[in-house]
């Protein structure tokens, strides 16, 4: 018996019913949802699942069992089903940058430069020699197209777990060519399409962390590649209050674990990895009235000098009015300092879309 799903609204009337899409299926719901409903609107639906960290990982990323969940979803939903090995790609693309990040006192976005560099860059390139001219996943995000045929960026249909974050370095060629099927959906009725056709990973739990970085977390897995440089601890008037074993421990904004205690709670408000000393202050000492940007973006047409916007500075934070002068963005209010290396998602606030996006300099 087939079980019919119904229309979301998630197919993309740019291409006709029976056009070949690579779906990057993770061995996830939403991946595993994403090809189904692509399956029932008359694509011609191939899964991929990528192997890209061979190291240790209990994030429920990348294993063995990922990958024989895929390749079982894919059986059920009658499609062919393959995986594609870019371990070393994403070590130089993805790890090594994260490692060099951290010992330089910047805060990298792992999550960000995979989606730029390995699913929307090798995966797009193996497409192309495959033969395949869209490509599918299961993020939380919609890719709507405007009344003159240009895609747009949107946010995903569930607020909880809209992933148009990770997603705002795309450009107009890899948004055209881009299908978001569960962007439409909230998670609960993905589970629901998930439950109804019987899919094994109906009730699999998310994976929330970072795929390389285990339960001994980010500073065990820094220590163990790159050599600790032991400095000082300081307040904002310079006085030493502590010391620490490697700034790679510390990004701009921590609270938790600085090593130092004190009558209130202290922010590290600045780390500087050429004398590697960590600065600690209150939080009041973490607002700026504006942030440096670099590698700025755009999904579609750049957007004109001293735009009003709404800027987003990590995954699931809220979002701050803002205006964009050049490369620098100032804030409505002043926002708490944004560590450097940590993307900024800039969203049009009148209709929502994502615009661009940028990293903050240093």
């Known amino acids: 018996m087939t079980t019919v799903l119904p229309d979301t609204g998630a197919a993309d009337a740019r291409k006709p019913a029976g056009a070949p899409v690579l779906v990057m299926m993770s061995g996830g719901v939403d991946s595993s949802v994403a090809a189904a409903l692509l399956v029932e609107q008359g694509y011609a639906v191939t899964g991929v699942t990528l192997k890209l960290w061979g190291g240790e990982s209990d994030s429920g990323c990348c294993s063995v069992s990922d990958v024989e969940d895929a390749r079982?979803?894919?059986?059920?939903?009658?499609?062919?089903?393959?995986?594609?090995?870019?371990?070393?790609?994403?070590?130089?693309?993805?790890?090594?940058?994260?490692?060099?990040?951290?010992?330089?006192?910047?805060?990298?976005?792992?999550?960000?430069?995979?989606?730029?560099?390995?699913?929307?860059?090798?995966?797009?390139?193996?497409?192309?020699?495959?033969?395949?001219?869209?490509?599918?996943?299961?993020?939380?995000?919609?890719?709507?197209r405007d009344a003159t045929g240009c895609h747009e960026l949107h946010r995903g249909a569930d607020p909880a777990k809209d992933q148009s974050y990770v997603l705002a370095m795309l450009g107009p060629a890899e948004l055209a060519r881009t299908l978001l099927p569960v962007g439409e959906l909230t998670k609960a009725e993905v589970r629901e399409h998930a439950a109804r056709l019987g899919l094994r990973t109906a009730a699999k739990p998310e994976s929330m962390d970072v795929c390389f970085i285990t339960k001994g977390g980010r500073k065990g897995f820094l220590d163990a590649r790159t050599p600790a440089r032991p400095g000082s601890v300081v307040d904002t008037e310079g006085e030493v209050v502590g010391t620490h074993d490697g700034v790679a421990g510390f990004t701009v904004g921590q609270r938790r674990g600085v090593g130092v205690a004190a009558g209130e709670r202290r922010y590290v408000t600045d780390v500087d990895a050429t004398t590697a000393t960590v600065t600690l202050g209150r939080r009041a000492d973490l607002l700026r009235a504006e942030v440096d940007l670099e590698q700025l973006t755009w999904t579609g047409a750049p957007?004109?000098?001293?735009?009003?916007?709404?800027?987003?500075?990590?995954?699931?934070?809220?979002?701050?009015?803002?205006?964009?002068?050049?490369?620098?963005?100032?804030?409505?209010?002043?926002?708490?300092?944004?560590?450097?290396?940590?993307?900024?998602?800039l969203y049009d606030p009148v209709d929502g879309r994502v615009v661009g996006s940028a990293v903050v300099a240093a």
């Open 72 to 144: 079982r979803v894919a059986a059920q939903l009658g499609i062919d089903h393959y995986v594609f090995n870019f371990s070393d790609e994403f070590d130089a693309r993805v790890v090594d940058p994260y490692v060099d990040a951290y010992a330089n006192g910047r805060t990298p976005n792992p999550c960000v430069e995979c989606n730029r560099t390995v699913k929307f860059g090798r995966v797009l390139g193996r497409a192309d020699q495959l033969g395949f001219e869209l490509v599918a996943t299961g993020h939380h995000a919609r890719v709507v």
């Open 303 to 345: 957007v004109p000098g001293d735009a009003a916007l709404v800027a987003q500075v990590r995954a699931h934070g809220a979002g701050a009015e803002a205006v964009l002068h050049g490369e620098v963005l100032r804030w409505a209010e002043p926002q708490p300092r944004v560590a450097p290396g940590q993307l900024v998602a």
